[in-house]
């Protein structure tokens, strides 16, 4: 989502706003509930927030502040208004460049599906680990690297092709590609992240890795969205918890 598609993102938001997506409402944020219990105190920031969705369903319960940061006005306008703005502020900014925060600042940072829409990881996981607190946490769910592997033998082997990414398929492909969103025409530049690119940046950056799952929808919470029973012994999605153990110098 790049912020210059105001019509991407009036179809996101049709599709994903006001608690309407059945992924995040039904498997990621029941994922997430024990660790927004341990929020109380807490200075939250939402990477990529969008619409508001995170910042909605962390609102159900205590913090000390939450700051949602986009770099798209119309996600920003719409998440204004989906949300209780005490205690919260959102920030237009490029997460790819210098976060404007101090060192230190936050005690848990989350990107929900935002990963596979930057084309670097590096520096961004440098400013994590710089605005985040010692011992902080860092939330990560994106979209699991043997979706698109799945995808491109899906392919190989039935001749068809696949309509939800266009580029090439290859599992260590480097290249952008473009992930049709379901129901419309438009599309979002999708980054594959391998378990490699993912294990290799926590540990340049000198986080830990606390808790790894990868996400399937058999949720019986989602029994009766049929089409994603239909593929649910699939990993889908990979949600990560790391830690700050060590600040790493680095320039921006
Ligand atoms: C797939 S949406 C997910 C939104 C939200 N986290 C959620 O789960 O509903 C990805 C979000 O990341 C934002 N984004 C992508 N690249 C960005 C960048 N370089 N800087 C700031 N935001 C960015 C997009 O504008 C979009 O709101």
Request: hydrophobic share 35%.
């Given at each position: 989502?790049?912020?210059?598609?105001?019509?991407?993102?009036?179809?996101?938001?049709?599709?994903?706003?006001?608690?309407?997506?059945?992924?995040?409402?039904?498997?990621?944020?029941?994922?997430?509930?024990?660790?927004?219990?341990?929020?109380?105190?807490?200075?939250?920031?939402?990477?990529?927030?969008?619409?508001?969705s995170?910042?909605?369903?962390?609102?159900?319960?205590?913090?000390?502040?939450?700051?949602?940061?986009?770099?798209?006005?119309?996600?920003?306008?719409?998440?204004?208004?989906n949300?209780?703005?005490?205690?919260?502020?959102?920030?237009?900014?490029?997460?790819?460049?210098?976060l404007?925060?101090?060192?230190?600042?936050?005690?848990?940072?989350?990107?929900?599906?935002?990963?596979?829409?930057?084309?670097?990881?590096?520096?961004?996981?440098?400013?994590?680990?710089?605005?985040?607190?010692?011992?902080?946490?860092?939330?990560?769910?994106?979209?699991h690297?043997?979706?698109?592997?799945?995808?491109?033998?899906f392919e190989?082997?039935?001749?068809?092709?696949?309509?939800k990414?266009?580029?090439n398929?290859?599992?260590?492909?480097?290249?952008?590609?473009?992930?049709i969103?379901?129901?419309?025409?438009?599309?979002?530049?999708?980054?594959?992240?391998?378990f490699?690119?993912?294990?290799?940046?926590?540990?340049?950056?000198?986080?830990?890795?606390?808790?790894?799952?990868?996400?399937?929808?058999?949720?019986?919470?989602?029994k009766?969205h049929?089409?994603?029973?239909?593929?649910?012994?699939?990993?889908?999605?990979?949600?990560?918890?790391?830690?700050?153990?060590?600040?790493?110098?680095?320039?921006?």
């Amino acid at each position: 989502m790049s912020g210059k598609n105001a019509e991407y993102e009036k179809i996101w938001d049709e599709v994903y706003g006001h608690d309407r997506d059945p992924i995040r409402m039904n498997v990621i944020y029941p994922l997430l509930e024990v660790e927004f219990t341990k929020l109380t105190g807490k200075k939250i920031l939402d990477l990529g927030c969008g619409n508001g969705s995170l910042i909605r369903q962390i609102q159900k319960y205590n913090y000390k502040s939450i700051c949602g940061i986009d770099q798209s006005g119309e996600f920003l306008k719409t998440a204004k208004k989906n949300i209780d703005c005490r205690d919260t502020k959102l920030v237009q900014s490029n997460i790819l460049e210098k976060l404007p925060f101090e060192n230190d600042s936050f005690d848990s940072v989350f990107a929900i599906f935002v990963i596979n829409e930057l084309p670097l990881l590096y520096n961004m996981f440098c400013e994590i680990n710089r605005v985040l607190a010692q011992e902080g946490c860092f939330y990560i769910v994106m979209t699991h690297p043997f979706l698109l592997l799945r995808n491109f033998l899906f392919e190989k082997f039935t001749g068809k092709k696949n309509e939800k990414f266009i580029g090439n398929l290859n599992y260590k492909n480097k290249k952008p590609m473009k992930y049709i969103l379901s129901t419309a025409e438009v599309s979002t530049p999708f980054f594959q992240y391998t378990f490699e690119d993912i294990i290799n940046v926590v540990n340049n950056t000198k986080m830990e890795i606390n808790k790894l799952k990868e996400i399937d929808t058999s949720s019986d919470l989602l029994k009766e969205h049929l089409k994603y029973q239909a593929e649910k012994n699939v990993p889908k999605y990979l949600y990560l918890k790391l830690t700050k153990k060590i600040s790493v110098d680095h320039k921006l």
